[in-house]
Structures are given as structure tokens and as C-alpha cells.
């Protein structure tokens, strides 16, 4: 059975001297788990210096809420039907010591933040699409999220801010048997979703974008709506990945996760035909 101790960090002291413990800004933390006991502890571990700090479990069968407890992090459970609504459930039920974001007096809704996702030993700076900013911190009190295909959308009349440092996605640390089944499921919510938006005509979240908008999240939100509308959906996507985000510069490792996307672009046209005709998935 895996270690789950969390390994505490902090910064050397001076001249060899005691280790003087890391500075957090003032900042509640919510992590969204669900059969995580090989993750956790190392998540935890980086939050080390946070006073506030709470997982929200979606009924997890292995040890995962026994390694939240054991690292000083509050639990709380809730049924999981989304991350737009989990997200909000732990707005409105989490006790949290902090409501507001960082920036001081700024006003702001919240802040991009962008990702590095990791694959195969290195960085897919191309394939990984960076930035693909989302937001990840926020104030509890302007901000709300949307259920929007599997992930969620942010609603806000506050600005929102865009930070630099990116968070590290580990999404492959559970294995690529995990991942299929994962995206299996991402795939009917996506199908779920675009059969919803072609009856309506409407993008629920208010942020439809352009194809020629200057923001990346908007463009990118706009070719995933023209997409959607396409034929060969597996070749369209490996076309992009691989001429239009030049996926084929991280090597090996990016061509395999373009083929890896454009056969999740073929299992989303797989539920959507299922949908459309009446049958069961």
C-alpha cells in the first residue's frame, strides 16, 4: 500500500539554521476528490503553509478521505453531479475562513490561471494547448460556475484576472486506462450537451466568442461549437493538433496525445449519432 504521509515542505533557514516554514497568502482551498489515495498526499504536501484547507469527496471507496484527515485537511462529502455544480456546492457549504481573492481592493470576479499538462515524463506545451487558462481562484462572493459538456464555465459581473504562474496537470497519473474511461464519460456529456445547445440555439454560460476573438478561451470555445456541427470529427481534431498547434514539436509524446484527443473527438460523434437516432448508449 502506497506511503500517504504528506512530506512537509519549507524554506531552508539561514546559514544552515532551522527550516522557516512557507508564507500563504490568505487563500481557502477546496480540492475536488474521488478514489485519489495515490494523488492526495502529494497535492496536500504543496499546499503545506495554507491554514484553510478542505477536500470535498464524491464517495471515494479506497483511502482517500483517511489521507485528507491524516494531513489536517477538513472533509466534506457531497454526491458528485458536475464540476459547475460541485464547484458551487462548496461555495455555498464549505466553511471557509476566506471569501475574498488575492489582489487587495481590486475588484475583481476572479483569475484565469493557466496549466502545464504533463505526459509521458515532459511538458506538452503544444499538444497541451497552453495556457488553457480556467479559473481557479476566485472570490466565493461574485463568482459562480456553470455545468457546461463535462466541465464548467464561470458567471461573474466582476472583471476577471489572469495570473502567469500555471498549475501542473498531472491527468495521467492514474494510468490511460483511466483516462479512457474517464473521457468515455466526458464524451456522452459533451454529446448530452451539444444536442441540448443545437435544440436551444443558445450557449447557456453567455460566452459564445469569436473565432476571431483576441482571447484564446473564447477562440478556442468558438471552434469547439463550429466542430461540433463537422463531420470526421477524428480528423479534423488530428488536423488541428498536429498543423495548427504543431503538436509534432514535443515529440513523440505529442503526436500520441493528438491521436489520444481526436479519438475523443470520435467517441463524443459516436454518443451524438446514438443520441440523434434514439438508441441507448
Known amino acids: ?24 497568502p490568505p487563500i481557502t482551498l477546496v480540492i ?3 478514489d485519489e489515495e495515490h494523488n492526495l498526499a502529494d497535492c496536500l504536501a504543496s499546499a503545506v503553509g495554507f491554514d484553510d484547507v478542505h477536500v470535498l469527496d464524491s464517495g ?8 485528507a484527515r491524516s494531513c489536517g485537511a477538513a472533509v466534506h462529502h457531497h454526491p458528485f453531479h458536475g464540476f459547475g455544480q460541485q464547484r458551487n456546492w462548496a461555495i455555498d457549504n464549505v466553511p471557509a475562513k476566506y471569501d475574498r481573492s488575492v489582489g487587495g481592493d481590486r475588484a475583481v470576479g476572479g483569475y484565469l490561471v493557466p496549466s502545464k499538462l504533463l505526459f509521458a515524463g515532459r511538458w506538452l506545451k503544444h499538444a497541451g494547448q497552453y495556457p488553457g487558462y480556467q479559473v481557479r481562484l476566485f472570490h466565493r462572493g461574485r463568482l459562480r460556475f456553470v455545468d457546461h459538456g463535462h466541465g464548467q464555465r464561470e458567471e461573474t459581473t ?31 456529456r459533451e454529446a448530452e450537451h451539444a444536442l441540448r445547445l443545437s435544440a436551444s440555439s443558445k450557449d447557456p454560460s453567455g460566452a459564445r466568442g469569436s473565432l476571431l476573438s483576441r482571447d484564446p ?7 469547439k461549437r463550429l466542430t461540433a456541427r463537422l463531420p ?14 504543431r503538436a509534432f514539436l514535443d515529440g513523440k509524446a505529442g503526436i500520441i496525445y493528438a491521436h489520444m484527443l481526436a479519438t475523443y473527438e470520435a467517441m463524443i460523434d459516436v454518443y451524438l449519432r446514438l443520441l440523434r437516432y434514439g438508441l441507448k448508449p
Request: aromatic residues 12%; hydrophobic residues 40%; positive net charge.
Open 232 to 245: 470526421g470529427r477524428y480528423f479534423l481534431r488530428l488536423l488541428y493538433m498536429l498543423v495548427f498547434k
Open 217 to 223: 478561451t473564447l477562440r478556442r470555445r468558438a471552434l
Open 1 to 24: 500500500m502506497e506511503n500517504s504521509s504528506c512530506r512537509f515542505i519549507a524554506h531552508p533557514g539561514p546559514e544552515g539554521g532551522a527550516a522557516i516554514p512557507l508564507s500563504r
Open 32 to 34: 475536488l476528490t474521488q
Open 158 to 188: 466582476y472583471p476577471v484576472g489572469r495570473l502567469q504562474e500555471p498549475l501542473l496537470h498531472h491527468a495521467f497519473s492514474r494510468g490511460l486506462d483511466h483516462w479512457f474511461a474517464k473521457h468515455a464519460v466526458y464524451a456522452r
Open 60 to 67: 471515494s471507496t479506497d483511502r482517500t478521505t483517511e489521507i
